[in-house]
Each structure stands twice: as C-alpha cells, then as structure tokens.
C-alpha cells in the first residue's frame, strides 16, 4: 500500500522547519556572542529561543540531533573517558627559552639552512602567534557537524572529551555548508583571567578547594566526567592548526590563509596573529607581546613562530615528534618554585595584622619575588604554608603575586603549623580578632609604633594633606630616633633636627620643610581624610565636609546626625564617632590647628542631593585613572547602589580595560555602558 514517497514525508505534527530555524537562529546568536563579542539580542530572547526548541525535543525527542544547540549541556556523567586514536597524531613543539633576539635568530637561521636558502633567496615569511596557556584540543568535524572532541594524550590516543567541550559557547557545533567532509581543527582550550578569578571566588564562597591557575582550572574542566561540572566553568578557546582534512578539499597554500578560512568558518581565532618576515620582525614581536602579557586577558607562556607557506612546512618536514617549520619562544615563568625562610607579621595603619612569607628570593614573570602576602591567619591554614617549605609562588597580569600552594612531600620533619601571634610584633599589645572578621588587629593604636609610621604617612600621602618628600625611610627614621610620635610633632620638625638625621643632605632637609609648610595650607575633605579615621575614605571625607560644612560639627555629630549623610551608614557613623570620643585624638587635631593646619570652612549643606539614588551600578575592568574602590566611593556619595553582578535591575555598567563577562552580559540585556569618562560626565551632570 505504502509508496517510498509516503516514507519520505516527516510525519506531521512537529515543525521541522521551526527546528530548522532555530538551529540556525541559536548558532548564529551564539556565534555573536561568543566569538564575536557582539550580541545582537538580549540574553532573555536567546533564551526563549532556547526553551522553543527544548520543549519541541522534549515532545518529539527524534528530532533531536548531535548538533543542535541544546545538546552543549546535558550529557550525562561517564564512568570514564574513552580513547581516540588521531588520524593525524598531534605533535609537540620545540621550545626556545633563549633571549628575545638569540631564539629568534637561532630558528630563522635553522629555517634557512634546512631550506637551502642562501644570501640571495629573501627574507622566510612566518606567521608569529601566542602560546596559549591551556590544553590542547582536536575537534572533528564531518560533514560540517561536530562529531568528536579529544585531548592530546600522548600525541597518538587522546580522550574522548566531547561531551564537555559542547559546552564552550566558542566552539561552533555545526559549521557553514562547503567546508570539507572530513575536518579536524586543532586549538588552545583555556580559562580567562578574570573567569579563573571569579571561579576561585565561588570554590571559596562554598568552601571548596581553589584552582592553583587557569590552565589547571581548565583541564580540570575539560577532564570532568560529569558534563554539567564542566558546563559551569567558563572556557575558551583558540584556533590555531589542524589535524585530518579531506585532500584536495579547499586549495590554501598558506598557514595565515587557513587562520583566515576558519575564522571566517566561526572558528574563533585570536587577534595577536601576524604575518613577519625574517627574525627582525619575530624579535619585534616577541618583545611587543612580552609588554602586552600582563594586561592580556589570558596567560600566555611564549609566542609561537611557524613558517608560514604550507610547501615550505612540507619541504622541512619533522624531526621525531616535533616539526622543524614551528618553534615556541617562551617567556620567563610566571609560577616557580621557592622556598620559604620565615612568615612574618605585619602591622597596617588601622592595626591589621598580615602575615608575609619571605621568600628565597625567585624570579617570576618577570621580576623577582622575595615576599608574598598569605593574607591572613584563615589564608595561611587553608594553604597551610610553614616555614622552610617549598612553595609554588606565581605572579601574572594582574593577579595579586601569591603562594599558591605548597609541596608537602618535600616539607621539612617538624616543620609548625603557622598560628597568629596573639600580641602585636611591634608593640606588644594584644591583638584581637572580632566576630566575623578575618583579620586580627593590634589593640595598640597610636602607642603602636607600626601604626604610628602608618598614620603618618597616611597624613602625608598625596590625596591627604600631602607632604611631599615624607617617604617611609624617613618616617621610619623619624619614628624609630623618637623625633616624631605624633602627626604635630611633625609641625614641630626644625631644619636642624631633620638635617641630623643620617644620610639627610640640607637640600633635602631644606625641602622637607618647605613641603611641611606648603602642606599646612589644606582643605577639609583632605584633612578629615588624613587622619586615618577607620571606613572614611576619600569620598566619605568629603560627604561629611559638604554636609557639616565644619570640622567641629563633625567632631560633635551624633551617629543619628552622621547617618544623615549620604554615604554613612551604621558602620562608618560608629566608627567616626568612636575616633572623636577619643581625648586624645582631639588632642591631636587641636594641636595640628595650633601648628598652624588650616582650611576653608563652609556652611552646612541644606539638604543632602543624592541625584543617583536608586540607581544601581556595576563595575567591571580596569579604569585608566580611578581605583575601584574611589570609583565606588564617588557613586555611593551620589546616592548610587554598587552592585557585584549584573542583572536586569542593573542600570549602568561602568567598564574599563580587560572587562570581561559582566560587559558581556550587560550587551546582551541591553544595559547602559559608560568608560570613565562617562562616569565622571555623569556624576558632574547629576551634581547640577
Ligand atoms: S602549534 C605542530 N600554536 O603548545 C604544531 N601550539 O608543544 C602544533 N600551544 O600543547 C602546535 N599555543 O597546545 C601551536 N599558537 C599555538 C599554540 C600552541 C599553545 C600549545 C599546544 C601544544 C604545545 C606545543
């Protein structure tokens, strides 16, 4: 009865048209927004799409195919990985640690020799790239759909991670029609800088143990049996060769022309790629992205230089495992391994004790590390760092230098568990940890020398009064010879006492005077400021000067008073008042007035304006002027609410240099976004 025909037609209900569309919709959206950095759509339409198409898998879930858009998620968890032989086995590099200009030379030179090329043949054109710090991966396409995703392994058997690599918005599922039949692209999986930072911050907040760095993060993730583990942690990725690729399928006679093709394929291909002829320009670039390295937004280990014409790769062919028409330059470290010779307690200006481990001293990522902060008492236990240990210390862009862990097996016997002093190494005086708080502080004060060095130069520092030229080896000096205890001894300071003090030349003496005097001549916000007062900032100095007007307004406000002021809550108002109740804090800022401290005082503002008020900000990357914390002081004074993450309630992000997925969530819902100057530009204009 049946004809072929009737076999061919889909049975009715489902719309497999529909499914189509939304295929093509999912991949293209996800290709804006995860390669090209460009949503056209709110996160919200992407998801409905999303959810259309779940719901018509749910119903007729043989529709469902490898490459559709739902299929990143969802795997279920493996016992284990299973093994994938390459069709084209995946090779190591040599690598060049020499200097900048000796590794390049010494592999042009290489290049030529083996080429045959003399004097007279040109310059050998190469392609320079980074060395992507993550693992490498090979994906296999066939007939345009992602079919497998394996690790290196040993070069000739991988795993099958393909489950896991699904879930990486980057890597395209399914590719355009016409690329080859059979195609093997090969690339970096890594984690960026500030999504290692953020799953750090998260292992933490649940208590779970942190990733030493973004490559082990990376490959811990890529190696997860359980997809939905891995789908959590944000990885990237990074075009840069390939494996199997059916013969004769595409006519590309250069590497860089390939880079091109895959980019244009959806391949996401990174932008420090370029064309340089003869060692000169590989020096060039080797130097250029040595500069850039701290401010990338990914690690990097080196650069990699590969001849660029694919006849010439093949005339040069392989030694061994490794090709002679590629070569890594890398760079200095960025994790090494030290040993610790002491943790010593340092003592801040508001008391706060922080134990530093001295270093033997190491050069890492470019400079040489001889301290690392363990931040504090709860920090040193978790990583359980001791004294004589060997550490792993690592320092890159703009990750605090730290101890990242430590080697227990080459720990010394008898080696002691690192516990707090319970009274300050300076002064003596206890130290206290409050409820809830990290850190212990010494209960000393000003009787505490440390903090006493602190507070002075806390006074002197530029955004406070400013004393030009009072440095911390004259502080120290002046602290430790009894010359000064108080910050109107420093008032009291005559040109021949500071000029008796050791390795102090008159001109230099002459000119500290000169900067005390200057100095006596202020404003209020930068005096309030100056004395140090626990949670007054710059920007709360200068709420309570605009809203007091005067100084002993401040001096005798009540907390209700102070909580009037726009950027006071209980916290700050507590902690004000507390320094004034104090005899001798008084004492201190009746003696500086007596040495001639001044400024302008000015009435009491009316009513406080708080133009952002209900407002809610986000602030992402780096700013070119302000910190993060003044940025946030400025929009909290003007009433605005500074929130961590961004949502639909959020109303503007700010975003400077290496903003990362914040600025990316906030294109895609839509959300204002200013620069620094935009901010600034706003906050002036809502100041009327
Ligand atoms: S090319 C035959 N290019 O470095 C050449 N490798 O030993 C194959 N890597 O584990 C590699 N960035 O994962 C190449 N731009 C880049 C790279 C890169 C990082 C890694 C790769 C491999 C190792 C090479």
Known sequence: MTTPDLFDTPPPGPDRARVAELHRLLHHHAHRYYVLDEPEIPDAEYDRLFRELQAIETAHPELVTPDSPTQRVGGKPLAQFASVRHAVPMLSIRTETDTE?????????RVRRELGWGETEPAVEYVAELKFDGLAINLRYEQGVLVQAATRGDGEVGEDVTQNIRTIGQIPLRLPDGVPAILEVRGEVYLRRDDFNALNERQREKGEKTFVNPRNAAAGAVRQLDPAIAAQRPLSFFTYGLGEVTPGAVQV????AWLQLLKS???PVCEHVVIARGAPDL????RRMGELRDSLPYDIDGVVYKVNRLDLQQQLGFVTREPRWAVAHKYPAQEMLTTVQAIEVQV???????PVAKLAPVFVGGVTMTNATLHNEDEARRKDVRIGDTVIVRRAGDVIPEVVAVLPEKRLPGAEIFTMPRTCPVCGSAAAREEGEADYRCTGGLFCSAQRKQAILHFAHRRAVEIEGLGDKLVDQLVDSGVVNTLPDLYRLGLTALASLERMADKSAQNIVEALEKSKQTT?????????????????AKALARHFGKLDAIMDASEEQLLQVADVGPVVAQS????????????VVEQLRACGVTWEEGEPAPAEVQPLAGKTFVLTGTLPTLSRDQAKDMLEA????VAGSVSKKTDYVVAGAEAGSKLEKAQALGIAILDEAGLLALLEASAG
């Open 101 to 109: 200009a000796s590794g390049a030379e010494a592999f042009d030179a």
């Open 576 to 587: 004000i008042r507390t320094f004034f109740e104090q005899p001798h804090n008084r004492e």
């Open 253 to 256: 006679a250069s590497h860089f």
């Open 283 to 286: 020096i060039a670039f080797h």
């Open 638 to 641: 003007a009433g605005a609410k």
């Open 524 to 540: 209020l916000p930068r005096f309030l400021f100056g004395l140090g007062i626990r949670h007054v900032g710059e920007a709360t």
């Open 265 to 267: 394929w959806g391949f």
């Open 348 to 354: 801040g200006r508001t008391g706060k004790l922080t």
